[in-house]
């Protein structure tokens, strides 16, 4: 095990435990990289799995806004689709396309080609690079570490991209519903640990993405996603029963009730809810993050205050965690960045 500094601002994990906070805790969703030029210029050199595998590159690139910014954390440099490629696939970042698979999973019998790998070995780069960024922080604000969410992680293998349906991976768990179930045990267990591992490494609080979700109907969802996000939460409450586990499953309001009654400790929301109906649905079981519209930080800086103070008195005192509900954009003015967290922070 590491020995790392005391830590001197614990808000974010005070208020994920629910414990009483002076102020919102604010940290940024993809707060390090494209909009940021210091990561520009470093991404111009370099490509972009290749700042993921240097663990030096990747805990300055996870420092940079913390360098910029008062934050209340900092979230590790990385991608979700090093669990696809530790497997054996191979993703390439294609410019103005995301992710990119060159032989995505087309068919049951495709799951052949998949390998169960030594996580400990395979994605060393990760640790190495959060027991680097943590002994950096030197005790600053805590470390956030993350995966994808089975269901999100299975949407790319299969579609091989970004998509605006999902159409090909959606098909499967109508299609395939057994193959679908056997991939994404395959994965939840790999997630488990992977997780379990990061904090090991220096993550002291860790957040699952399932940024697909909301493509689910609420039957689906309840089938071949909330499943595997209980049984990967569960088996990393199991390792480190003192760590925050955060869960972010854009566009899936049905499942608020079941995701508070897992072992959840926050739920992030997107900005399609209401956080005063967060609130009541989630009945004081879990701590919230989040939700203001990224598409606010385009606005005036008094717009943004003003946005700001409305979230903060909707989410109302205490186990809230500001954030946007969901990721920076790459054409965002760092300034306005600045403006909301210090709009959170007044």
């Known amino acids: 095990m590491h020995s790392f500094p005391p830590l001197q601002n614990d808000l974010l994990l005070r208020a994920a435990r629910q414990e ?9 969703m993809r707060q390090a990289g494209r909009y940021l030029p210091e990561y520009r210029a470093m991404r111009s050199e370099d490509a972009f799995f290749s700042l993921v595998r240097s663990p030096e590159l990747a805990a300055e690139v996870t420092l940079q806004p913390l360098e910029r910014f008062p934050l209340d954390a900092a979230i590790i440099f990385s991608d979700i689709l090093v669990i696809p490629q530790a497997m054996g696939m191979t993703v390439e970042m294609v410019k103005g396309q995301g992710p990119v698979f060159t032989q995505p999973l087309d068919a049951p ?8 790998p030594a996580l400990q070995g395979a994605l060393d ?27 999100t992680l299975m949407a790319y293998m299969v579609e091989g991209s970004g998509s605006k349906t999902f159409s090909h991976a959606k098909s499967w768990l109508y299609r395939h519903p057994e193959a679908s179930h056997a ?5 939840t267990d790999l997630l488990i640990e992977y997780l379990a591992l990061q904090i090991d490494a220096g993550a002291q609080l860790v957040q699952v993405f399932d940024t697909w979700a909301g493509l689910l109907s609420p039957d689906s969802f309840d089938r071949f996603c909330l499943p595997y996000l209980v049984r990967l939460v569960d088996g990393v409450k199991a390792r480190h029963p003192d760590v925050p586990v955060t869960v972010f499953a854009r566009g899936a309001h049905h499942g608020l009730e079941a995701l508070a009654e897992s072992a959840y400790d926050v739920i992030g929301l997107d900005w399609t809810i209401d956080p005063r109906e967060a609130r009541r649905r989630v009945a004081g079981r879990a701590a919230l993050q989040g939700n203001l519209d990224p598409c606010v930080l385009y606005a005036s800086q008094e717009t943004i205050r003003s946005a700001v103070r409305d979230m903060v008195q909707a ?17 965002h003015d760092p300034v306005h960045a600045g403006v909301f967290i210090e709009a959170v922070q007044e």
């Open 125 to 151: 780069y990760v640790f190495e690079a959060l027991t680097l960024t943590r002994r950096r922080l030197a005790g600053r604000v805590p470390l956030i570490g993350f995966c994808g969410a089975p269901w």
């Open 315 to 331: 989410f109302g005192p205490g186990g809230h965690i500001a954030n946007l509900g969901h990721g920076m954009h790459p054409d």
């Open 109 to 116: 019998t495709d799951l052949a080609r998949l390998q169960m």
């Open 20 to 28: 009483p906070t002076p102020r919102a805790p604010v940290w940024i």
């Open 183 to 187: 991939l994404l045990r395959d994965i």
